[in-house]
């Protein structure tokens, strides 16, 4: 019999648990936290402990996302928010394939120009263009106040183009392919891309995706660097970092795995987590709690509200036609169910300063965080609660590529 521990079964698509249940032999462990829906061969929102294997699909496209967030000691109301939040969009980056605005440098870049899987030494062009950039989709740059007036810097990101092409390499690997083989990204249903973990590809993938881990982790402090200096340099008085698309080597009920986590934050014993909820409503700091709840969960919580509704139904399908400069643009060819100019007028009668974003990330895209977070029982506690003020994402017009 599988073992698998689902919060918030009633709150859950039936296709993200058809997912974890694929994803799950009776020799692993698998969660699903209350957040889910559905992802490319592994649900989003889903943990699996593996004995001797690493999940590609479970770490997923966007090797090593997750969130930063620091709390200053200034208060928001001192600061002139509608001009940081221009300079915050005019100096950072935003969207696929968008390179830095100024050469950045860092430790990190040394290690992929000689990284000890060789072919990910090619992308180092691609790892320097992105550094300290942001993308597209649910991907920010945020502004917030806690219940005490501080102003918090949050951000939401991963590991860019450099990440995805190493997935994308992988995959072409597990095909017999060479890794610089272009492959498609396959069925959402597609079984989930195991490799052995004392395999030649898999060590090589365990290797890959660490690297790719540093620079996700450089890339978030860079952009949080950038706000701060933006906001004069005020001092951090707390801060969270953590991954939520990765693969740890933990011990679970006396027995050592592989714990692949996508869209699902680590949350074990007085660990900090930072989870967002959407553009308008809170989000939170979290600290991981010891509980029978807590160790059935793989010391898993969640990672946002997790989405109701696809990109496509919120903002209508789009026909992405290249210009004359080889920019791909959208053309709407099906009219979406969220109407974008009534949820700005709400936003900025919330006193929200937005900057770009589209209908696809409306706040009647996703779960009521509440109530996400209420499934998850004894798990988390929450610390703080962080009200956006400003937020910073790329327009709907941006082409966004990547999966999950």
Known sequence: MKRIKIFGREIIDEKSIAQIERCTSENDIGVLTADAHYGYGHPIGGAVAYKNKISLSGVGFDIACGNKAVRTDIKADEIQLPKIMDEIYNQISFGIGRKNNQPV???????????????????????????GTVGSGNHFVDLFK???GYLWVGVHFGSRGFGHRTTMGFIALSQNLSFEDKVKEGSMDAPPILFDIKSELGQGYLEAMH????????????????????????????????????AWREEHFGEKYWVVRKGCTPAFPNQLGFIGANMMDYSVIVEGVDSQLSKEALYS?????????????????????????????PVTVGRGKVNFEKVKTSIK???????????????????????????????????YKL???????????????YKD
């Open 301 to 329: 919580t969640v990672h946002g509200a997790g989405r109701t509704m696809s990109r496509n139904e919120a903002a209508g399908k789009k026909k992405w036609i290249r210009d004359r400069d080889g920019v791909k643009k």
């Open 387 to 401: 009200h956006p003020i400003g937020v910073a994402m790329a327009g709907s017009d941006i082409y966004d590529p």
């Open 105 to 131: 440098d860092h430790e990190v870049l040394d290690k992929i120009a000689s990284a000890e899987f060789k072919p990910q030494r090619k992308l180092i062009s691609l790892a320097k263009e992105q550094l």
């Open 349 to 383: 009668q919330k006193g929200i300063e937005l900057r770009g974003s589209g209908a696809d990330e409306a706040p009647e895209c996703y779960k009521n965080l509440d109530e996400v977070l209420s499934y998850m029982g004894n798990t988390i506690k929450v610390l």
């Open 146 to 148: 806690d219940d005490d």
């Open 211 to 246: 690297l790719a881990g540093e620079y996700a982790y450089a890339g978030r402090d860079k952009v949080v660097e950038l706000v701060l200096r933006i906001l004069g340099n005020p001092t951090k008085t707390f801060e969270v970092h953590n991954h939520h698309n990765f």
